[in-house]
């Protein structure tokens, strides 16, 4: 269980990228093509489906009880989550995504349904991330540690379990009355501040007495609130786990599977240039930065400043020449003939958004990360150094190495190319605008249809499938970009 709780710390960093750039086509071509299926509940069980509302819960998409009765309020919820992350309808691999969430969750801070037998009821409880605060007279009081949650409980009369919810009630500092439920055996009251904070109690007639619990949260943590707030039942619940080679189980592991698969073989490649094309005599210098297929055949799209000044370039260990550049917007079309993608690249059809979420591929440091290495941000400029308009600025962050690799969007279609870091990040981006010599690389789009180059062209394909960026490097390292001189472009 430690090695799986390993991948799963691993995984939960980078799956939600991955799983979000994946298309249909390259799974299918690696005999996965089930996890891009329309999501259906049918074939989960109770403790699968319970797992998911949680999961869901903590996201801040569902609101209503951890039953595991999968009804229109969780569906919505799984829609609003698969639209928010992957702007598509749900499918069994976003369900994969939620569970690997959770149970990274579970894993780092402990996340249980415990029973406290003093109240009667079960309560969600972070057992590895809570810390005891000083108790008062009615309550015995905790908050979490990595959150501004809160917990209060405690056994009560009627009279001093009204006073506690008269007091979140007076609480509320909105225009919209606090909600309220009152029944013969059960009460809650939630109400909420100016600054989207909230205060919510709940007391159930347990034993002859009115077990509370208060929860508190700041507007970011309400997910965390939520999730708590569902979680509450008299006596005890069943705890969180997925059902043991159900569905839910054989859907992790197949993405999880998927996730390996893109590892060893991540789709970009490498270039290297152990000596400087002056001829000079003296130790040849050798730098890396990333590319990314653009079609079968094995072309490669980099930065010219990656194997600029290169007498020997390399995509893994295949010997490769260059078969175009561009100086004016730093990019080079490359290929080994021996070199062929298992998929390649598809291109977004419009320019990227102010403030719509990126991804960057590529291999940073390789020499020491020696890996391939996946950052997010989001657009925070479209425009790039001095106003330019073939560029547009991004706040993922990138590192030596990372020059040539994809920017992908939300969709996982590549929006620019990264080109290089100055105070900020920077991106080649809004390619829809570039207009390039039409013998070079042939005004590139994002569909990048006609790559022309002079008397030689490669014909790439806008099907749907990672642009894995793999680095250009020498044999030592089969996916890096190599240069036989330093540069402080990135």
């Known amino acids: 269980m430690e090695s799986f709780a390993k991948i799963i710390r691993a995984g939960i960093l980078c799956l939600v990228f991955l799983l979000g750039i994946v298309g249909p086509g390259s799974v299918a071509a690696q005999g996965q093509e089930e996890l891009f299926r329309d999501f259906s509940a049918r074939g989960l069980t109770t403790d699968e489906t319970r797992f998911l509302q949680t999961a869901l819960a903590f996201g801040g998409y569902y609101n209503g009880l951890l039953d595991g009765a999968w009804g229109r309020r969780s569906q919505r919820a799984l829609n609003a989550y698969s639209q928010r992350e992957f702007e598509m309808a749900p499918s069994d691999v976003h ?23 003093a109240l009667g009821m079960t309560i969600l409880f972070p057992t590895k991330a809570v810390v005891s605060d000083p108790a008062t007279e009615a309550f015995v009081n905790w908050r979490h540690r990595n959150s501004s949650l809160s917990y209060s409980v405690g056994l009560h009369d009627r009279q001093r379990a009204q006073s506690v919810h008269d007091y979140v009630a007076d609480w509320n500092d909105v225009h919209e009355a606090p909600y309220t439920v009152r029944r013969h055996d059960f009460a809650v009251t939630s109400a909420r501040d100016r600054s989207g904070g909230t205060l919510y109690a709940r007391s159930n007639f347990v034993n002859g007495s009115w077990s509370t619990v208060l929860l508190s949260a700041d507007r970011a943590d309400q997910g ?10 008299v006596g005890r619940a069943p705890p969180l786990r997925i059902t043991e080679d159900g569905h839910l189980e054989r859907t992790v592991l197949a993405t999880l599977e998927m996730f390996e698969d893109m590892s060893e073989d991540d789709g970009t490649a490498a270039v290297s240039a152990p000596v400087p094309e002056t001829g000079e005599t003296g130790p040849a210098r050798n730098g890396s930065g990333t590319g990314f297929f653009v079609s079968e055949s094995g072309h490669v799209l980099t930065n010219a400043h990656v194997i600029d000044g290169c007498r020997d370039i390399r995509i893994g260990n295949e010997q490769a020449e260059v078969i175009a550049r561009s100086d004016a917007f ?3 079309l490359v290929q080994a003939t021996a070199a062929h993608a298992k998929s390649v690249a598809v291109f977004a059809t419009g320019p990227a958004r102010l403030n719509s979420d990126v991804t960057v591929a590529g291999y ?25 308009e073939t560029q547009f600025q991004i706040t993922a962050p990138i590192q ?8 992908m ?3 996982g279609n590549v929006v620019g190319v990264v080109v290089s870091r100055l105070d900020a990040t920077i991106c080649l981006g809004d390619l829809d605008g570039i207009k390039a ?6 005004s590139l789009r994002m569909s990048i249809s006609p790559c022309a180059v002079k008397s030689r062209s490669c014909s790439c394909r806008n099907t749907g499938s990672i642009p894995r960026s793999r680095p250009m490097v020498k044999s030592s390292a089969p996916s890096r970009l190599r240069n036989g001189r330093s540069s402080s472009r990135r």
Do not use: H
């Open 364 to 388: 940073p440091y390789a020499d020491i990360l020696g890996g391939f290495n996946v950052t997010r941000g989001s657009v925070s400029g479209l425009k790039g150094l001095a106003g330019a």
């Open 95 to 117: 369900m994969a995504t939620l569970a690997l969430d959770l149970l990274g969750r579970i894993e780092s801070e402990g996340w249980e349904r415990r029973y406290f037998d």
């Open 224 to 233: 965390l609130l939520s999730a708590v707030s569902a979680s509450l039942a």
């Open 409 to 411: 969007g939300p969709r």
């Open 330 to 332: 730093d990019l080079a």
């Open 400 to 407: 030596p190495g990372n020059s040539g690799g994809p920017d």
């Open 437 to 442: 010599p039409r013998q070079m690389v042939a």
